[in-house]
């Protein structure tokens, strides 16, 4: 196939080389994409001298479960990971529904006052989280709060991105007509919204819900501030926590958690990647 | 619920207050109110407060003393804090700048070079971006350990190692690798829906009137890519500014070592100065002043494109 394109016949083909020169680029651009994760693998499942192995060592080793039961003598990493689990799951539902309904009324709705509150909620998006850190975890300490779940989930329930990307995706797929004609055979608001608008922007839903989980998953700032417990630790912070011992870093350790606490993001990324590539380009393009 | 019950039997006699109309309202008005209470709480406010909270001195349990413009004063006058604003600058340019030109060229090659693989290539690139940065810091600090693989690299290629997890520049390095492989396949994907949006027929008349590849992306491809080029700018600059976790994990080894001068940004002096040693008028005025950098730069950015647009439109 390629032979034929040597000769150009299009004015911009680039031939063979710059092809070849085209794949060298990417590929390279994959490789070191993705080495990281390899040597994550690597060194969790390698002796504890084989982070600093001479040339470097590139193969996986069977030195996993020996690594992972010292991480479960320093760590509740199980326990860390339920946390996570069930912090990011509270915090995705629930910004999943409230994001949706906020969503719908911005598109469906006429009311007083919507466009100047829409433009103030995608204006929330360019204030940086840390001007308000300080008495944020003052009222957290006010409510009691602190170093407890309560205070990762409720100020995270709903927010100004899902708001925007409901709004722009049920705009374009709900038809208004349908929601009249329910208002005409006498449903409530949210029996319609519930019945009709819901089913048909499931996906876009679900890709919120993705994106989220994620972005809860992996935040580390605030569970930081209020976490103080050892046995409330999301997996981020039991992490980095691993990494603080004074007595030498175990990297064969350090690794093999990481790479087990990384496992779950990816396979669930792998599985729904096309949603949530989708999701994070169309999100990004109307500002 | 219960509205329809309510409604129904005041239709028949007169104007019911319930109208129909204001029963949308109400419903419209209650499905966005939880966004807008839950800001009230925990956005606004807090913002308001911690201007408010940057005149008084206060270590979040006693009682507060104002103090006027002297937290302002004590850190002006802090080198520590000023290493930290020029550490930010630093490594937010060493961060951004290479990382926008590189998703740039990643985007223009997937999108132009060939479309078969394109989908696998957008999950490898997007990869990075899933991984916590907890995670992302832990491995790279294998890599940039002392006998690590980049020296190792380095030596091989007859350059002295360098050391990364404690030399002014080396930490500087380090940290603005990591935050590359995080955002350039992130950005090259926004780019890449960027290229997908301009109409192909652009390029088809282009080449018609004889324009080789190179004008093409001087005079289609870079200018219609614009917003995109201009929003990951800004989204990169407002995340660079943020710096927090890539610095406090790398050098956080000993367990105090994430305020160590090399690598201390605003945002870890911000939170050494509130959580380590409780001095929270300090932190509050040094947030205002990450705030006012913030803005600084968004203006920037926005100066800038306005002004390359107008360029751009002569020229068209």
């Not at chain 1, 912090?87 to 719908?104: E, Q, R």
């Not at chain 2, 998703?103 to 899933?130: E, Q």
Request: net charge positive.
């Amino acid at each position: 196939m390629s032979t034929l394109r040597i000769f150009r016949k299009k004015p911009d083909d680039l031939g063979l080389f710059g092809k070849l020169g085209f794949y060298f680029v990417l590929i390279l651009g994959a490789l070191v994409s993705v080495f990281p994760f390899y040597w994550m693998f690597v060194v969790g499942t390698n002796d504890k001298g084989a982070v600093f192995h001479v040339p470097p060592l590139l193969t996986i080793g069977d030195q996993f479960f020996v690594n992972f039961k010292r991480v479960l003598e320093k760590a509740d990493f199980f326990q860390a990971l339920g946390n996570s689990l069930f912090v990011s799951s509270m915090v995705t539902i629930s910004v999943v529904f409230f994001c949706t309904l906020a969503g719908y009324a911005f598109a469906k709705y006429e009311f007083p006052g919507k466009n100047m509150l829409f433009i103030f909620v995608i204006a929330t998006l360019i204030v940086p989280q840390q001007l308000g850190v300080l008495p944020t975890y003052v009222i957290m300490a006010k409510l009691h709060w602190i170093d407890s779940f309560k205070a990762l989930v409720v100020p995270a329930m709903v927010n100004a991105f899902g708001i925007f990307w409901m709004r722009q995706y049920i705009s374009a797929a709900v038809p208004t007509e349908l929601i009249e004609a329910g208002r005409i055979d006498g449903g409530g608001h949210f029996r319609i919204f519930w019945n009709i608008a819901v089913p048909v922007i499931t996906p876009a839903m679900a890709t919120l819900g993705i994106l989220n989980f994620m972005t809860v998953w992996n935040d580390f700032f605030w569970p930081l501030v209020v976490l103080k417990n050892k046995e409330h630790y999301t997996i981020q912070i039991a992490l980095q926590q691993l990494f603080t011992t004074r007595d030498g870093l175990d990297y064969g350790m350090i690794m093999s958690a990481t790479f087990t606490a990384t496992l779950p993001l990816l396979i669930v990324f792998l599985l729904f990647s096309r949603w949530v590539i989708a999701g994070l380009t169309s999100g990004a393009i109307k500002s | 619920m219960a509205e329809p019950v309510l409604a129904s039997p005041h239709a028949e006699s007169k104007r019911p207050f319930l109208t129909e109309q204001r029963r949308s309202r109400i419903t419209a008005y209650t499905f966005i109110s939880p966004f807008f209470i839950l800001f009230s709480i925990f956005g606004l406010y807090p913002i308001f407060f911690t201007f408010y909270l940057s005149f008084f001195k206060w270590d979040a349990l006693g009682p507060m003393k104002y103090v006027g413009f002297k937290n302002y004063d004590l850190i002006t006058s802090d080198p520590t804090f000023w290493i930290s604003f020029s550490n930010t600058l630093i490594m937010g340019l060493m961060g951004t700048v290479p990382q926008i030109f590189l998703a740039l060229l990643l985007a223009v090659l997937l999108h132009s070079g060939m479309t078969k693989f394109k989908k696998t290539f957008r999950i490898l690139y997007f990869m990075p971006n899933i991984t916590s940065i907890v995670a992302v810091t832990l491995v790279f600090s294998t890599l940039f350990g002392n006998n690590g693989m980049i020296n190792w690299l380095l030596n091989g290629v007859g350059l002295d190692s360098m050391a990364f997890n404690s030399g002014w520049w080396g930490v500087k390095i380090a940290i603005s690798t990591m935050v590359m492989w995080r955002w350039t396949g992130y950005n090259a994907i926004l780019f890449l829906s960027g290229l997908q949006s301009i109409p192909m027929d652009l390029y088809e008349s282009a080449r018609i009137d004889g324009a080789n590849r190179r004008q093409q992306l001087i005079s289609i491809t870079l200018p219609l890519l614009k917003p995109f080029i201009i929003f990951v700018t800004l989204q990169s600059t407002i995340g660079a500014l943020q710096l927090f976790t890539e610095p406090y994990v790398f050098l956080g080894q000993s367990g105090t070592g994430s305020t160590r001068q090399e690598g201390i940004t605003m945002v870890t002096y911000l939170y050494s100065e509130a959580f380590r040693n409780g001095f929270f008028g300090t932190a509050a005025a040094t947030a205002v002043m990450l705030f006012l950098v913030t803005i600084l730069f968004s203006v920037l950015n926005m100066l800038i494109s306005r002004g390359g647009r107008e360029t751009g439109g002569k020229k068209a």
